[in-house]
T-cell receptor
Framework: QKEVEQDPGPLSVPEGAIVSLNCTYSNSAFQYFMWYRQYSRKGPELLMYTYSSGNKEDGRFTAQVDKSSKYISLFIRDSQPSDSATYLCSGGSNYKLTFGKGTLLTVNP | GAVVSQHPSWVICKSGTSVKIECRSLDFQATTMFWYRQFPKQSLMLMATSNEGSKATYEQGVEKDKFLINHASLTLSTLTVTSAHPEDSSFYIC?????????????FGAGTRLSVL
């Protein structure tokens, strides 16, 4: 079993839709969790980070962590075509990050 | 802030030659830099972790003599792919962690696409 499992999609939604991206993890040692956005042939860009169970909101993005079920989610409200990218979830401990495969999202105008 | 510059963005080389990739933190000091490799539609795979002034720590299965890492200063790390072969063709990405901060946030460079002919 991989440490971080993520459905690769692809996921296609209309503009304005609410998007839900999900990951599960198996490593109980993970102390923090991050979501990165990666455009094609570019490096990942940090979107959200969190260190505890619960919700964290930043603009149209909400990150959710449930440590009891080892489940992490990213919600995107009012999705825009510019949100089309691959979204990578990650768990970390001892300054190392372990990434999921990424979910390819397309937001159609 | 927290800009990481990676150069070159794309390199094509002949089999058997060596290629050097640079990773610089432009507006912060990086206590730790990381090197990843990414195949198409695959996740980021950590190759090695480097701390300024000390030897890099390589992940299992990564040949340290093949992928030479030098972290000469708090703002610069280099990855040299020695005697490159077509199977080394991939997308290489570096990241950096800020000095003096305890969270594990990593800031990534734009990546280097290596094509070995």
């Amino acid at each position: 079993q991989k440490e971080v499992e993520q459905d690769p999609g692809p996921l296609s939604v209309p503009e304005g839709a609410i998007v839900s991206l999900n990951c599960t993890y198996s490593n109980s040692a993970f102390q923090y969790f991050m979501w990165y956005r990666q455009y094609s042939r570019k490096g990942p860009e940090l979107l959200m980070y969190t260190y505890s169970s619960g919700n964290k909101e930043d603009g149209r993005f909400t990150a959710q962590v449930d440590k009891s079920s080892k489940y992490i989610s990213l919600f995107i409200r009012d999705s825009q075509p510019s949100d089309s990218a691959t979204y990578l979830c990650s768990g970390g401990s001892n300054y190392k990050l372990t990434f999921g495969k990424g979910t390819l999202l397309t937001v159609n105008p | 802030g927290a800009v990481v510059s990676q150069h070159p963005s794309w390199v094509i080389c002949k089999s058997g030659t060596s290629v050097k990739i640079e990773c610089r933190s432009l507006d912060f000091q990086a206590t730790t830099m990381f090197w990843y490799r990414q195949f198409p539609k695959q996740s980021l795979m950590l190759m090695a972790t480097s701390n300024e002034g000390s030897k890099a720590t390589y992940e299992q299965g990564v040949e340290k003599d093949k992928f030479l890492i030098n972290h000469a200063s708090l703002t610069l790390s280099t990855l040299t792919v020695t005697s490159a072969h077509p199977e080394d063709s991939s997308f290489y990405i570096c990241s950096a962690r800020r000095l003096a901060l305890t969270e594990g946030i990593q800031y990534f460079g734009a990546g280097t696409r290596l094509s070995v002919l």
